[in-house]
């Protein structure tokens, strides 16, 4: 009998990962702060997209089992990051509200794999309202033990709420797309964004916009003060072996000493990111 | 563009047969072995067509419920069904739930492709 769908995402095998840098944008500089790893679902099918992926996911009700099988995924893939870049992972806050089993799996998991979990960032991702929250605390209060921060996904949006921000006290804020799109030129958008900076700094929180689309929008982001910004219009979610290659983690800074790299600290430049990506593309693509 | 179809079956055999016949004759097909396999490509892409077995006890669920979920999600969808069993009684409630068409199974390939082209205007 074939496999089920599900029965295939549980394979961490049938999984690939893309990583998405995230950029510190104060100071007119664009410096590659972390990466986000994102999964995609079973190559060549209607699941390789990650929104249709996850929303069966949430239908199977399965978001713990998938969370531990995307992390297998993510940190297989991790670890031949630089050993001081730090990656961002999302969860269900569903799963850590559920029991401490995917903190020790993933605390185990990382260990195998050589990893320190303090370079890691949990994302907390979250669409139903029955999450139990003491258990989601002490998982967190579990995590930060060994380092591990958390980011507030989505925040604006579904249950990434003024409660979520009180009882997860998340390092950062991530701005989901929907407020940061046309910023530049909607003072609506620009208010609702300024008051969420002013929460996060009130709170000793970082804010990270999503889905920026323009470099107007970029700007006005700097000039509102908010800290981080990941969008396709810096660097869209690319392989491994691309963002390797394409020059963003050459900081001698994301290297331990015995692989430190020479170099100057990497600025973001349109063009270099072009070029770079066609050679990478080009050096991957089959003979 | 090609219009999109969507077969949910309990029997892969089946399905495979319609799938090939279907995409030969220049429709996009995806096939759903669950009830939330088959609600996640309801909600992401937009079907021309539908076409559920009634009875997929195999799966944990009734064709009925599917077709009221694609109803109560899209006036727009044609919905044809498929059962081998209980024929008369199965007919008038699934055509009260919003089917469109039905067709006894076994069927001919070219009896699917020929109902599909009444509902959706479309042709094998």
């Known amino acids: 009998m074939r496999k089920s769908i599900l029965e295939t995402i549980l394979d961490p095998h ?6 998405q840098p995230i950029f510190q944008i104060q100071d007119g500089a664009r410096h590659v702060d972390s990466v986000e790893a994102l999964i995609r679902g079973p190559r ?22 998938v969370d531990q099988s995307c992390l297998t995924t993510i940190c297989d893939a991790a670890k031949n990051l630089p050993s001081k870049l730090r990656v961002n992972v999302n969860v269900h806050a569903s799963t850590l509200g559920r029991n401490s089993e995917f903190v020790d799996f993933f605390l185990g998991h990382v260990q195998k794999q050589s990893l320190a979990p303090e370079r890691f960032t949990m994302e907390l ?43 997860c006290h998340p390092e950062y804020f991530k701005l989901d797309a929907y407020f940061v799109n046309g910023l530049c030129s909607d003072t609506k958008r620009r208010a609702v964004v ?76 349109l063009e270099q990111h072009r070029e770079q990506l066609s050679l990478a593309a080009e050096q991957s693509s089959p003979a | 563009m090609a219009d999109r179809v969507l077969i949910i079956d309990d029997d892969e055999q089946l399905v495979d047969a319609y799938r090939d016949y279907l995409a030969g004759g220049g429709y996009e097909v995806d096939c759903a072995q669950e009830l939330e396999e088959a609600q996640t490509l309801l909600a992401h892409f937009s ?10 006890s195999k799966l944990g669920f009734g064709g009925l419920d599917l077709i009221k979920h694609v109803r109560e999600n899209s006036s727009q969808t044609r919905i044809i069904v498929l059962t081998g069993y209980g024929w008369p009684e199965l007919k008038a409630e699934a055509s009260a739930s919003g089917a469109d068409a039905f067709l006894r199974k076994p069927m001919r390939l070219k009896d699917l492709g020929n109902t599909i082209a009444q509902v959706a205007g479309g042709q094998v």
């Open chain 1, 44 to 65: 060549g099918t209607n699941f390789e997209r990650a929104d249709i992926l996850f929303d069966y996911v949430r239908r199977k009700k399965a978001e713990a089992a």
């Open chain 1, 125 to 167: 991702v979250e669409y139903a309202p029955t999450c139990n929250i003491p258990e989601l605390t002490n998982s967190i209060g579990k995590l930060r033990s060994y380092g591990v921060r958390i980011a507030l996904d989505d925040v604006g949006l579904g249950q990434s709420n003024y409660r979520m921000m009180l009882d």
């Open chain 1, 14 to 19: 049938e999984l690939s990962v893309r990583f």
């Open chain 2, 47 to 56: 079907y021309s067509v539908v076409i559920t077995d009634l009875r997929l």
């Open chain 1, 194 to 269: 300024e008051s969420v900076v002013a929460l996060a700094k009130a709170l000793g929180s970082s804010v990270v916009a999503e889905g920026v689309t323009s470099n107007d929008d970029l700007l006005q982001l700097e000039t509102m003060d908010v800290d981080f910004a990941q969008a396709n219009l810096l660097c869209p979610a690319i392989s491994l072996k691309d963002l390797l290659a394409s020059g963003y983690l050459d900081d001698p800074a994301f290297w331990a000493p015995a692989r430190r790299q020479t170099g100057k600290r990497n600025v973001y430049n």
